[in-house]
């Protein structure tokens, strides 16, 4: 089992940053990947960001250039930083994380979601 903790949501304007925490415990060892989706009102889940074990990271179109995406391995976190900001970027976003199973299958796990607003 793996648990999930994000923070640091807010309101911003246009232009802004934000950075977004992760913090997991439980079967750490087990995770595989790790990322950022989010859910804007009315709209589907969207992939903002991955990290995988390897350090390797993938990023949605939308957020190409602006969003990074890293890691704390001691202290079990990754972050989502967000520059430039703009209104559509308002949505809850969700840290996820893949972990494999003693049977060798692949379990995905979701925090609870920090809401992130971009207006004037």
């Known amino acids: 089992q793996v648990q999930l903790v994000e923070s640091g949501g807010g309101l911003v304007q246009p232009g802004e940053s934000l950075r977004l925490s992760c913090l997991a415990s439980g079967n750490i060892s087990s995770i595989t990947s790790m990322g950022w989706s989010r859910q804007a009102p009315g709209k589907q889940l969207e992939v903002v960001a991955v990290i995988t074990r390897s350090g390797k990271t993938i990023f949605g179109a939308p957020m190409q250039g602006r969003f990074t995406v890293s890691r704390d391995i001691v202290q079990n976190t990754i972050y989502l930083q967000m520059n430039s900001l703009k209104p559509e970027d308002t949505a809850v976003y969700y840290c996820?994380?893949?972990?494999?199973?003693?049977?060798?299958?692949?379990?995905?796990?979701w925090g609870r979601g920090t809401q992130v607003t971009v207006s004037s």
């Open positions: 996820a994380a893949s972990a494999l199973t003693e049977a060798g299958a692949e379990d995905n796990y």
